[in-house]
């Protein structure tokens, strides 16, 4: 296993992508601390964890909340001694529109969403990681944020965002010997992405002819990339966005 021995932290754990993340760290034998907001999404996940030989624990709060934050992170590291790995999740997609029609409300709720839960989870991790000169970070881009998707003005501007924090963060803390890279995830087969495509069958078609491998994506795949960038074996990587998208950003498929 990979991460034996390894503290690792992943914000919005609980359910989706998160969830299969902190599933997929745990597997490879690092202790996970889930922030999930939703109570019964994060014990669903520790349980599922726990009952296949592994250590995690989960905290309910707002990763929105900064306080909440650092109390969280000062709470694992007092728990742990060290953190060694962060990947932050937290994010979505509030409303959807042109600039024209994002209001300033929405526009603000998808920053907090997005890029503060990443800048407040990152800042709180940080000063750990630099005190031992390790350190893996992960965020949470996206293949909007690459390749513009109509609409989607708040989301894409957020994630752009988010991206450039990554390289920023890179740059600034390589020579301490953290790690920060980005995934730009495409359309991934959720439990809340199932829904929407059941009731819209055609929708799911179109954008799984949109991947080049010609499927939607499931939670496992950003799992693997994930687990990669966690572990030593990536040591030689960072500042870098990798598109787990199906090929969606390289050109779009055709139908099928």
């Not at 998160?18 to 349980?47: C, Q, R």
């Not at 959807?96 to 989870?121: M, P």
């Not at 870098?240 to 779009?252: E, L, M, N, R, Y």
């Amino acid at each position: 296993m990979r991460l034996v021995g390894k503290i690792a932290i992943v914000t919005g754990g609980g359910s989706g992508i998160g969830g299969a993340i902190a599933v997929g760290l745990a597997a490879e034998g690092a202790t996970v601390a889930i922030a999930e907001i939703s109570p019964a999404a994060g014990e669903e996940t520790v349980a599922a964890i726990r009952s296949a030989g592994g250590n995690a624990w989960c905290s309910v709060f707002d990763a929105t909340n900064q306080a909440a934050v650092n109390a969280f992170v000062e709470d694992v590291h007092h728990r742990s001694g060290q953190i060694d790995i962060l990947v932050n999740t937290v994010g979505g997609i509030v409303k959807r529109g042109t600039i024209l029609e994002c209001d300033e409300q929405s526009w603000d709720e998808t920053f907090n969403r997005n890029v503060k839960s990443t800048f407040y989870a990152c800042r709180a991790v940080l000063p750990h990681m630099l005190a031992r000169k390790y350190g893996s970070i992960v965020t949470m881009g996206s293949a909007a944020g690459l390749a513009s998707r109509r609409r989607l003005s708040a989301y894409t501007a957020a994630k752009g965002a988010i991206i450039s924090l990554t390289r920023q963060m890179a740059v600034d803390f390589g020579l301490e010997g953290v790690r920060v890279n980005c995934i730009a995830s495409g359309p991934v087969l959720t439990k809340r992405s199932r829904e929407k495509y059941d009731k819209d069958p055609a929708l799911h078609k179109r954008r799984a002819n949109e991947q080049l491998l010609g499927r939607t994506g499931e939670p496992k795949d950003v799992a693997g990339m994930v687990v990669f960038l966690a572990s030593d074996e990536s040591s030689w990587i960072t500042g870098h966005v990798f598109p787990v998208d199906g090929g969606s950003t390289a050109g779009q498929g055709a139908d099928r």
